[in-house]
C-alpha cells in the first residue's frame, strides 16, 4: 500500500514556473507508475501527466504538453511534476496517484489508480 502526499502549490503569476512534488510511503513506490491529475473549479478531473514505474515512459495532456514535465526519484519516494509557463487555466487542485499499471491506456485514466494524495491547490493569476 502506498500513501501520497503532494505539496508545491500556491498562487502564482502567469508565465511563472513550479514544482509540485508527491512524496509516497509505502514499500511499492518505485514498481508504480505515478499520475498527475487536476480538477478546476466547476469542471472534472482531468489527466495532466503520467510517468511509467521505470521512468522510461511519460505521458502528457495535450493542454500541457512542452510545458509541464513530470518525473521521478525512486531514491526520494518521490515524483514530480514542473510546470512552466504557467496559464489562468492551470488553476487547479492538482493530484498525484500512484499504482502498478503500464501502458499509456491505462496511465492516463485515473480509474487505473487505487492510491491518491489530498491534493494541493495552484492558482494562477493573470
Known amino acids: 500500500q502506498v500513501e501520497l502526499r503532494e505539496s508545491g502549490g500556491r498562487l502564482v503569476q502567469a508565465g511563472d514556473s513550479l514544482r509540485l512534488s508527491c512524496v509516497a510511503s509505502?514499500?511499492?513506490?518505485?514498481?508504480?507508475?505515478v499520475g498527475w491529475f487536476r480538477r478546476a473549479p466547476g469542471k472534472d478531473r482531468e489527466f495532466v501527466a503520467a510517468i511509467s514505474y521505470r521512468g522510461d515512459n511519460t505521458y502528457y495532456a495535450d493542454s500541457v504538453k512542452g510545458r509541464f514535465t513530470v518525473s521521478r526519484d525512486d531514491a526520494k519516494n518521490t515524483a514530480y511534476l514542473q510546470m512552466n509557463s504557467l496559464k489562468p487555466d492551470d488553476t487547479a487542485v492538482y493530484y498525484c496517484a500512484a499504482d502498478r499499471v503500464g501502458g499509456r491506456y491505462y496511465l492516463v485514466d485515473p480509474v487505473s489508480y487505487n492510491y491518491w494524495g489530498q491534493g494541493t491547490q495552484l492558482t494562477v493569476s493573470s
Open positions: 509505502g514499500s511499492t513506490f518505485n514498481t508504480d507508475a
